[in-house]
């Protein structure tokens, strides 16, 4: 599968706000404009089971049962993205997760509403990106550039 990737992955999730906002297809022409492929994408809805799931290591924050709902309230995109330090790169075109304090031009300074409402995910580790892509993908999902080219 994506084994051999570790490093040049991460997995990003357009939110239900920026969908709903439709938000969707500049957030990814930004995304390839900085260097990023796309290997995998799908709209798809996360129920309240599945959300829980994938966001349980915060289980015991006071904003999970927000999170959950929030999730689980629409259309989401989910994506495999490559490049070089793809997650490091990633994080910095993302901005912040708060909007207020993400740098003008990134994606949560142009899309996101609140602290909630933030339009995009980005993976925080190259651990947890090779973990959240599997949780959204199966390996007839992903189409990795070398095996494209």
Same mark, same amino acid.
Request: glycine share 6%.
């Given at each position: 599968m994506i084994y051999h990737m570790f490093g040049k992955i991460t997995l990003s999730i357009i939110k239900p706000d920026a969908?709903?906002?439709?938000?969707?297809?500049?957030?990814?022409?930004?995304?390839?404009?900085?260097?990023?492929?796309?290997?995998a994408l799908?709209?798809?809805? &996360?129920?309240?089971?599945?959300?829980?799931?994938?966001?349980?290591?915060?289980?015991?924050?006071?904003?999970?049962?927000?999170?959950?709902?929030?999730?689980?309230?629409?259309?989401?995109?989910?994506?495999? &993205?490559?490049?070089?330090?793809?997650?490091?790169?990633?994080?910095?075109?993302?901005?912040?997760?708060n909007p207020i304090d993400a740098e003008k031009g990134t994606i949560r300074n142009l899309y996101a509403t609140s602290l909630e409402k933030n339009a995009i995910h980005g993976s925080d580790s190259n651990q947890n990106a090779f973990k959240e892509c599997q949780f959204f993908f199966s390996s007839r999902e992903i189409f990795l550039i070398e095996d494209i080219l």
């Open positions: 969908v709903k906002k439709g938000h969707s297809i500049s957030i990814l022409s930004k995304i390839v404009h900085a260097g990023f492929h796309i290997v799908k709209m798809t809805e &996360l129920s309240k089971k599945s959300a829980i799931k994938f966001y349980k290591e915060h289980k015991e924050k006071s904003f999970f049962e927000s999170l959950v709902e929030f999730m689980s309230s629409g259309p989401i995109i989910s994506i495999i &993205l490559e490049k070089e330090n793809a997650v490091r790169d990633f994080r910095i075109l993302i901005g912040n997760t």
